[in-house]
């Protein structure tokens, strides 16, 4: 029987009995804490459960031995560096993507505002800062360090494959658009060129978002690291009071509060909604309401209810439906224009023609499902309350 412990407004487990009977012994709980396991209506103190009374030191059975482990200390060490490494490459973009937009702007003469890169600045900004801190902590060998950097690794590596996918259809289509013929200013790009750059963009980016998360989802997956994490860091952190999995989607969920309190400053409010385009003040505090589910969404999760399960289900799948309706009569390329996105970039996706037409709705279509999947795996962990 797996119990689940509510103790100082966090849940923490589910623990074995045994687990919960060591915890009570040594104090990290007691018998006026509330708990839950499977089958029960509500939540009830520990001191109903008659079995997980505190057994007198004289009686108490001897302490199982922990199972044998490796230690990973040197490997948390090296994976410690090699991940404030990747976060100094992801602050380095920030000013390359500044720079990438004034150099482009010359050509044409036309200047693209700077909140149209604003949002990915803010990602790699943050994910710089996420990185350095976790290296940081996987050197210490934290237990909190290896959970989010697990998190991390297997959201890299889902990704990854989907970007990859996604290139072997976008790449094909933006060489094709180079030209054929060379002029004296624009000599051609010879067709052996153009197989070696394909060929070339396809192994960087499988090494960078196939092999390389691979590796860091196979290291802090193994139970040696996990054991040598709780052996040098035996404290409960906040990332133990509820599973890797719907710990996951908090964070998702957390994260997207700012990317939406951002996207009226950086997009002029502009947001698809069932069939047409919200801008301006609508579309600000659409946007609002949105970030305050995701946040509560987030937070109830955390604390394993199934309520925030429930509304992050129907709000996804609302505006999942709000958007396919929306991109099936128009395209991407309406919404770029309404948020002042230059005529000539415009243009450059065009070329590409993946967001022309109804490609967009059947893309969110795609991408929606693995996401309601995920949310009824993790549909287990949660309680009704």
């Known amino acids: 029987m797996n119990i689940t412990i509510h103790k100082n407004g966090q849940q923490l487990g589910p623990f074995t009995e045994s687990q919960v009977g060591e915890m009570l012994k040594s104090g990290q709980i007691a018998l006026e804490d509330l708990a839950w396991t499977e089958g029960m209506e509500e939540w009830k103190p520990l001191s109903s459960f008659e079995h997980l009374q505190p057994i007198p030191s004289q009686a108490s059975p001897p302490t199982p031995l922990p199972l044998p482990y490796k230690d990973r200390s040197v490997g948390l060490t090296i994976f410690g560096i090699l991940t404030i490494l990747l976060g100094c490459l992801a602050g380095l973009f920030v000013p390359l993507m500044l720079f990438g937009q004034m150099a482009s702007s010359k050509p044409t003469g036309t ?29 210490m060998a934290r237990r909190w360090a290896r959970a989010l950097l697990l998190i991390f690794s297997w959201c890299w590596l889902i990704m990854g494959v989907f970007d990859v996918v996604f290139m072997a259809f976008i790449l094909p289509k933006t060489l094709a658009n180079l030209p054929s013929s060379g002029t004296t200013n624009h000599p051609a790009v010879p067709a052996a060129m153009m197989t070696g750059i394909m060929v070339g963009m396809f192994l960087v980016f499988g090494v960078t978002f196939v092999i390389l998360p691979a590796i860091w989802t196979s290291f802090y997956s193994s139970r040696h ?27 998702w969920l957390a994260f997207s509060v700012p990317m939406m309190l951002i996207a009226p400053l950086v997009g002029h409010g502009v947001i698809p909604f069932f069939g047409m385009f919200l801008t301006g003040v609508p579309g600000t505090l659409f946007c609002l309401v949105v970030a305050a589910i995701w946040g509560y969404s987030a937070w109830s999760m955390y604390r394993l209810e199934q309520r925030g399960w429930w509304l992050t289900l129907i709000a996804f799948c609302v505006f999942m439906v709000s958007g396919i309706l929306t991109f099936a009569h128009h395209d991407m390329l309406e919404m770029y224009r309404l948020m002042g996105y230059p005529e000539v970039q415009i243009e450059q996706i065009q070329k590409t023609g993946l967001l022309v037409g109804n490609h967009m709705a059947w893309l969110m279509a795609f991408f929606a499902l693995p996401f309601l999947g995920y949310l009824l795996f993790i549909k287990k962990y949660l309680v009704r309350k």
């Open 225 to 251: 690291v996990k054991a040598t994490c709780e052996a040098r860091d035996p404290v409960i952190r906040w990332t133990d009071g509820c599973p890797l999995p719907v710990l996951a989607i908090c964070l």
């Open 111 to 139: 200047s693209a505002p700077i909140s149209t890169i604003l949002p990915v600045m803010f990602i790699y900004g943050i994910l710089a800062v996420a990185l350095i801190w976790l290296g940081i902590g996987s050197i």
